[in-house]
Structure formats: C-alpha cells, structure tokens
C-alpha cells in the first residue's frame, strides 16, 4: 500500500494529469457548442450517432509530432511549450484522463515538472499548516489551463478526436466515448473538498495531512488540496463550465471551506 505523504513527484504527477483533463474536456467543449445539431422534435427521440471506428494508432514518434503540430497554437505559455516536447504525448493525454476518472496516480516519471522549492509548512497556534508558498508552486498551471485559445482548441480537436478516442479505446475500453471519462473526470474534481488552511503534521521525515479524514481521502482530493484553495476554486469554476457547456450533469460538490 502506498504511503500518503507530500511526494513532491506524485503531486506533480497530478498537476499535469489535471491540466491534461481540462486541455482534453476544454477541446470537447468547444466542438460541441460549435457543432451540436439541431434538438429533434420533443415526440421523437434523438437518434444515437453511429459509433465511428477506431483508427489506427500510429507509432509514438509519429502521433508526437502529429499532436506537437496541432496542439503548438493553443496557448502561447512556455510550460505548455515544454510539455509539448515530451514523447507519447497521446498516451499521457488519455492515461492522464482516465488516472483522474479513476482515482488512481500516474505511474509515469515527470521529472521535469518537478518543484523547484520544497513543500514549507508554517505555525499557525499550536500546530502546522501548509504555507501559502506550498501552493503557490502550482499557480502556473491554473494559469496555463486558462490561456488555453478556444478558438484554435475547436479545430485541434476535430482532428485529433478519431485518435484520442482510439487511444482511450485501445487502454481497455472499447466501444466506449471520451465524453465519458471526461465527464467522471470533472466530477472528481468538482467533488474535491477545499480547505483555506490545511493543517498538516510530521510523519517522520514526511509531512502529513492533521486530519485523518482529508489524510484517508483520495489521490485527487489530496493533491487539489496541496495546490490550495485559490487554485482548487479556480480549477472546480473550469470543471462546471465545462460540464455546463457539454449538458453533462455534475452534482455540486464538496465546496465548504474552514479557516
């Protein structure tokens, strides 16, 4: 079983799966609204479109450079830029989802998006609490999820759907639409629990969470919490606008916070 501690590489691990979520839910967003047909007629069902078939997923190398040249013109931000170096990036896309959905962390190393300061806790009375500076690490992702263009999002994701879908096929889900994991995987993320002061204790050498119940809690619940209340409100207000222009229904979500 794995220890649930403040492991700077998981917490980072997660960063980038929920950047991949909201850059995934962000391209079906934009296509929908765009394109979505007309309603049909109140007495008549609407009917099921044909599922397409999958396409054939081409070697990494290739698939890279495929995913560089469509997605480069998204946003204009240099983590976004470096990220797009990475290789597989059509198995991190999807594999970052589904880690989501599924509340289960990323196994993959991302060395490179690794914290460059510490995780610092302060006093706050007689105990210890996250600091501010602990959170701010993560501010540049909220960021790099809100620069994204819708525009140039819609046409990336016209072309590179057939793929993603395949790809989310191709983990052991076939027949089965993207929509899907994207919705359970917004769902995780509005449902996290928020926090303006998260008190945390020594475990050892390890920091932990004071509160056995958020210390219990799931890798996404956790890791939102580790990036702070102001990024984590940030990231649930993305989650329900997506939700809200899919038509997918979210429930509202743990959102009482404690000073």
Do not use: C
């Amino acid at each position: 079983m794995q220890s649930r501690t403040f492991h700077s590489r998981s917490g980072w691990q997660w960063l980038l799966g929920l950047f991949a979520t909201a850059a995934v839910a962000l391209v079906v967003t934009t296509a929908l609204r765009k394109d979505a047909p007309a309603p049909a007629a109140a007495d008549q069902p609407a009917p099921k479109a044909a599922p397409e078939a999958d396409v054939a997923i081409p070697p990494a190398v290739d698939s890279d450079s495929r995913i560089r040249e469509i997605l480069s013109a998204l946003s204009p931000s240099q983590v976004f830029q470096r990220w797009l170096q990475e290789d597989e990036l059509l198995d991190r896309l999807v594999v970052s989802t589904v880690n989501i959905a599924e509340d289960a962390s990323p196994t993959r190393s991302l060395s490179f998006l690794r914290p460059s300061r510490r995780f610092t806790a302060t006093r706050s009375g007689t105990g210890m609490v996250m600091s501010a500076g602990s959170a701010a690490r993560y501010d540049v992702f909220v960021k790099v999820v809100s620069s994204l263009d819708d525009r140039q999002v819609a046409s990336a994701y016209r072309t590179l759907h057939p793929l993603l879908e395949s790809a989310y096929h191709a983990l052991g889900y076939p027949g089965r639409p993207l929509d899907e994991v994207v919705t359970r995987a917004l769902q995780r993320i509005v449902d996290a629990p928020i926090r303006d002061q998260v008190a945390v204790r020594r475990s050892g050498r390890l920091w932990v969470f004071a509160d056995p119940r958020l210390e219990s809690a799931g890798a996404v619940e956790k890791q939102l919490l580790r990036m702070g209340s102001r990024n984590t409100r940030l990231l649930q207000e993305e989650a329900r606008s997506i939700a809200g222009a899919l038509g997918l229904r979210l429930h509202g979500g743990l959102q009482a916070a404690t000073r």
